[in-house]
């Protein structure tokens, strides 16, 4: 990962010493190479590492013997006191994403016997609060903002596609930005997810209108688009190159604002909304499950908590303090229905 690498620029730890801290970190990394880990978990893994080893070098820890319970405490307290440049501390998000790496580190260096026992085996990294998510469009507001595309124009054509994949399947922008032509099926109305997180495939059904979009987009946009060296990339830059994700994000985000929609987001807010309206339509949660691609089913549910529709229909039919409707009222006069009700509150008062 030679682009990833420039990002490194301190110099930390002992390079010459051959079995401190840096030279283990290259050795835990070539383990996970041999493992097939992603670029992107190797270039995670190796950031949070090399932070941990600057933090050892001003406390002169040189050799992964010295690092002891205490000592990850230590730097777990130095993580949640840490502010940035604007004042603010890191968020709970961040500082276990400090702190995952380097429990895993600890793990593979005493299973591999160069340490005696685990320092980070009892490490407990700061709780996530499950939160709902920030915002969910409604069926009329994921039409605004798919008309904001300008399907004259070839890119609009292209990102009202992107669009329509991300509101169809709702698979995260890693999986969009790595989709080749070649995972998708229009025949048969499928696209196939490959190497999604945690490096695990999975097929999902593809709407027709998503399908009718993507062929439009291969049709018309995309020979424009590919070049001589093309390698069956899905979607493509006008400089016929794969998106970045951060301007994949960018992109969705600028539609969503275009729209006048007073909501924020972009791709998982169409991830988002894909899970919430399926499960008020009807759809079992284990089914949401495997869309989204979720190891484990408490992730999903919490898109229960926002399906508020289906509880809203429950409470509305079950709750016993509910309002008559004014035909079901004596005469089926609204006035008359108004005025028990005020006798009712008066008689309260007088109680």
């Known amino acids: ?6 990002r490194f620029i301190k110099q930390v730890g002992d390079p010459t010493d051959p079995n401190g801290l840096l030279a283990f970190m290259h050795h835990y990394l070539d383990a996970l190479r041999i493992k097939h880990y992603t670029e992107q978990t190797l270039w995670n893994n190796e950031r949070y590492i090399r932070d941990f080893i600057e933090w050892c070098d001003g406390r002169a820890l040189r ?41 895993s580190w600890f793990k593979w260096l005493t299973k591999s016997n160069y340490l005696l026992y685990n320092p980070a085996s009892e490490l407990e ?33 292209r990102d009202r596609a992107v669009m329509e994949v991300l509101y169809s399947t709702g698979i995260r922008r890693m ?3 790595n989709l080749s032509v070649f995972d998708i099926d229009l025949e048969r109305l499928t696209i196939l997810v490959r190497q999604g997180k945690g490096k695990k495939d999975r097929m999902l059904p593809l709407g027709e209108r998503a399908a009718h979009w993507i062929s439009c987009y291969l049709n ?15 979607f493509l830059t006008r400089l016929g190159e794969k998106f970045n994700e951060n301007w994949l994000s ?6 969503v604002e275009k729209s006048g929609i007073p909501k924020q987001g972009s791709c998982h807010l169409f991830r988002h909304t894909m899970a919430t309206l399926m499960l008020e339509n009807g759809a079992d949660i284990r089914f949401i499950q495997a869309m989204l691609g979720h190891a484990e089913l408490s992730t999903t549910e919490i898109y229960t908590q926002v399906s508020i529709k289906a509880l809203k229909d429950v409470h509305t039919r079950c709750h016993p303090a509910k309002l008559k ?3 079901e009222a004596e005469g089926g006069d609204m006035a008359e229905l108004l005025q028990m009700l005020e006798d009712e509150e008066d008689d309260d008062k007088i109680g």
Do not use: C, F
């Open 175 to 177: 999986e969009v930005v």
């Open 63 to 103: 050799q992964p013997p010295e690092i002891t319970k205490p000592i990850l405490e230590r730097y777990q307290r130095h993580l949640y006191l840490y502010r940035k440049a604007d004042g603010k501390p890191l968020s709970i998000y961040s500082q276990r994403a400090k702190l995952s790496p380097l429990k």
């Open 325 to 327: 409707k004014a035909s």
């Open 250 to 255: 960018r992109t969705i985000a600028q539609y």
């Open 125 to 157: 990294p700061p709780k996530i609060r499950q939160r709902l998510p920030k915002a969910i469009l409604s069926e009329k507001e994921v039409e605004k903002v798919m008309r904001q595309a300008n399907s004259a124009e070839p890119l609009g054509i």
């Open 220 to 234: 018309e946009v995309r020979p424009e688009l590919a070049l001589a060296s093309d390698d069956g990339t899905l």
């Open 1 to 6: 990962m030679p682009k990833r690498e420039k």
